[in-house]
């Protein structure tokens, strides 16, 4: 079992930034996709950054790149979501993702993020 803990959610002005951390703990083993997703009431969940491929590649969702950037220190079983420009439309609760051998699969309780308007 892995338990995913966000941290680094916040209220911030638009154009201001966060930095939102995941770290995981339990019996943890190699992951195959370790990221970041996120989701607005009414919606569904989308994804917003992401490794996948062991960590060989990287992905973004069109509406953060450039202005957002994941991270990850292996020593710490953390991955970060850096961001920048913060606009309204990011709001939103953030919720860390992991896949472990392409089976197994474990989700955050989320961390709120608000941009003023």
């Known amino acids: 079992q892995v338990q995913l803990v966000e941290s680094g959610g916040g209220l911030v002005q638009p154009g201001g930034s966060l930095t939102l951390s995941c770290a995981a703990s339990?019996?943890?083993?190699?992951?195959?996709?370790w990221g970041w997703y996120r989701q607005t009431p009414g919606k569904q969940r989308d994804l917003v950054a992401i490794?996948?491929?062991?960590?060989?590649?990287?992905n973004y969702a069109d509406s953060v790149k450039g202005r957002f950037t994941i991270s990850r220190d292996n020593a710490k079983n953390t991955v970060y979501l850096q961001m920048n420009d913060l606009k309204p439309e990011d709001s939103a609760v953030y919720l860390c993702?992991?896949?472990?051998?392409?089976?197994?699969?474990?989700w955050g309780q989320g961390t709120q993020v608000t941009v003023n308007s």
């Open positions: 339990g019996s943890i083993r190699s992951f195959y996709a």
């Open positions: 490794f996948t491929n062991y960590g060989g590649n990287t």
């Open positions: 993702y992991r896949s472990e051998n392409g089976l197994r699969t474990y």
